[in-house]
């Protein structure tokens, strides 16, 4: 499909956003050791310069190593940069509050803030929360060190610790929007994959479709056109022959030809417009047979005969035109290629299935090879039906072809609508 689904599109500018606060936080720690690093130069010059200048120095290189990162998660990988990073930045941290403590108040204790949202983010929420709380502990045990009486230690201890609690919320709360950001959009990662398989799926099932409609045209066209223009040769051969020696009877023959030309040129017509009209026109199926053998009759130089046994009673549309087109197919062929003189149609009515059968007396005549639409059509209709083709040469001579198919379709056994007409 073209574009992208509404909520995907939302999807992915929340993730935007997100990845873009994720930057934003690094930039944010940066911006708080740079402050912190500023604030201290201006306003702590009173520190003897042995503490003054080592507490400028860890603050430069824990702004640095925070600046290297993500460099060092590139280059060495980011379990090795992680810990590296929070080891030594840990540890820069707490030798500037060392030195530095004593000179009034100062921004350093909040750098803790920085680098306990850097563990929870940058490593997860029970390894950062680990973190958080060795440096918590870390930072109190450098104001015990420095002597800071237990009033001092309680006061600032506490205001501290309702910062970080602040912190490290906001942090998890960040961690877990970061993770279901990262599964919306797998999710809708996976989402555009599906969209793009079924549209592909949709086009191969159209390409299909086509294919198998042309398929079905071409076993109609020859199912139907083949028998009329059959009949219109023979008849022409004959008219042929008869011409000069028996004028009456050419042009008897003639007339066959120009019904059979007219038959023709509807059946062309049907089968182009895909408007079929149904050759039953609601009428019993041995009726419709036997008048299909009668104008064969007529208009072949073959003797055709029609023999019904049985009741076939009520057939379903599909089977009745499966087994017309059969009939139709083997006179055809009878006439075609048999060399017979006489060809029979047999419709048999069973309990469960009807049977039809077109039996020619020609010679004998090895198996044949279907190659053609005829009869390879005609075993794809009775297999869509469930039944059964047989077409073979006969031990005594002639060629015998049989359909045999259920009264009904069974369920879930595919058929042909368009074989039965509009």
């Known amino acids: 499909m073209n574009g992208q689904w509404p909520l995907v599109k939302l999807w992915r500018q929340v993730t935007g956003y997100f990845s873009s606060g994720q930057r934003t936080l690094m930039l944010a720690a940066y911006a708080m050791m740079s402050v912190a690093l500023v604030e201290f130069i201006l306003f702590h010059r009173q520190l003897p310069p042995e503490r003054f200048y080592p507490v400028v120095l860890l603050l ?206 509807a059946e062309v017509r049907q089968s182009v417009a895909m408007m079929r009209t149904n050759p039953l026109a609601g009428q019993p199926l041995p009726a419709v047979i036997a008048g299909l053998v009668r104008d064969f009759d007529r208009v072949s130089p073959l003797q055709a005969g029609f023999v019904l046994e049985g009741e076939v009673g009520e057939v379903t549309p599909a089977v009745a035109m499966t087994l017309y087109r059969a009939a139709q197919e083997g006179l055809t062929n009878a006439q075609k290629h048999a060399q017979a003189t006489a060809v029979t149609v047999r419709l048999v009515g069973a309990a469960d299935q009807v049977r039809l059968e077109v039996i020619n007396d020609g010679p004998p005549a090895p198996p044949i090879a279907e190659t053609g639409f005829g009869l390879a059509g005609l075993r794809e209709r009775a297999a869509r039906l469930g039944g059964t083709l047989q077409a073979e040469p006969l031990p005594a001579g002639g060629f015998r072809l049989a359909m045999t198919v259920p009264r009904a379709v069974a369920e879930g056994v595919p058929h042909d609508p368009h074989s039965v007409g509009r």
Do not use: K
């Not at 290297?68 to 940069?81: D, K, T």
């Not at 909040?110 to 929870?120: D, N």
């Not at 390894?127 to 015990?144: E, P």
């Not at 309702?162 to 279901?180: E, P, W």
């Open 60 to 265: 430069s290189l824990l702004l640095a190593l925070n600046a290297f990162w993500e460099r060092l998660q590139r280059q060495w990988g980011q379990p090795v940069a992680d810990r590296v990073y929070f080891t030594v930045g840990a540890t820069l941290f707490l030798a500037a509050n060392y030195l530095g403590l004593d000179s009034g108040w100062t921004f350093l204790p909040f750098l803790l803030f920085v680098l306990a949202s850097q563990a929870v983010v940058g490593l997860g929420v029970w390894r950062g929360l680990g973190i958080s709380l060795l440096l918590y502990l870390g930072w109190s045990g450098v104001l015990w060190l420095r002597g800071a009486p237990w009033e001092q230690l309680l006061a600032q201890s506490s205001s501290i610790v309702l910062g970080l609690i602040f912190t490290l919320v906001f942090s998890v709360v960040l961690v877990r929007l970061a993770d279901q950001m990262a599964r919306a959009e797998r999710l809708a990662a996976e989402l555009r994959a599906a969209n793009a398989a079924l549209a592909a799926a949709r086009e191969r099932e159209v390409a299909l479709a086509a294919a198998e409609e042309r398929v079905r045209l071409a076993r109609e066209i020859h199912d139907g056109l083949g028998h009329h223009l059959t009949a219109l040769n023979v008849q022409l051969q004959a008219a042929a022959r008869l011409l000069d020696r028996d004028p009456e009877r050419a042009a008897q023959a003639l007339a066959l030809c120009r019904e059979e030309a007219q038959a023709a040129l």
